[in-house]
């Protein structure tokens, strides 16, 4: 069994950062590629980065700029930095793994993004 564990999340004012974490545990041969979604309410969820094995990231158009994701595979964990929130940020966000070839989802992470 593997499980993803997300961490961090909360209420921020608009401008503000806040830093999400997920760590994977379990039995674990290789984990591929990293990511952060996101689901707002009464919206889909929607991709927001990934990052492969070797470092490379992809974000969706409306964060680059101000998230940054990162992963540490000694520790196997990935890491969503946000800057400069705006409300429009506000979402249930859910940490991904490909993790032995199967893909796993963490339990999910509210951030908040109001004055």
């Known amino acids: 069994q593997v499980q993803l564990v997300e961490s961090g999340g909360g209420l921020v004012q608009p401008g503000g950062s806040l830093r999400l974490s997920c760590a994977a545990s379990g039995s674990i041969f290789a984990i591929y590629g990293m990511g952060w979604y996101r689901q707002a309410p009464g919206k889909q969820r929607e991709f927001v980065a990934t990052i492969t094995r070797g470092g490379r990231t992809n974000y969706v158009d409306s964060v680059k700029g101000r998230f940054t994701i990162s992963r540490d595979n000694s520790k196997n964990t990935v890491t969503l930095q946000m800057n400069s929130l705006k409300p429009e940020d506000t979402a249930v966000y859910y940490c991904?793994?490909?993790?032995?070839?199967?893909?796993?989802w963490g339990q999910g992470s509210q951030v908040t993004v109001s004055s």
């Open positions: 991904n793994a490909q993790v032995n070839t199967y893909d796993y």
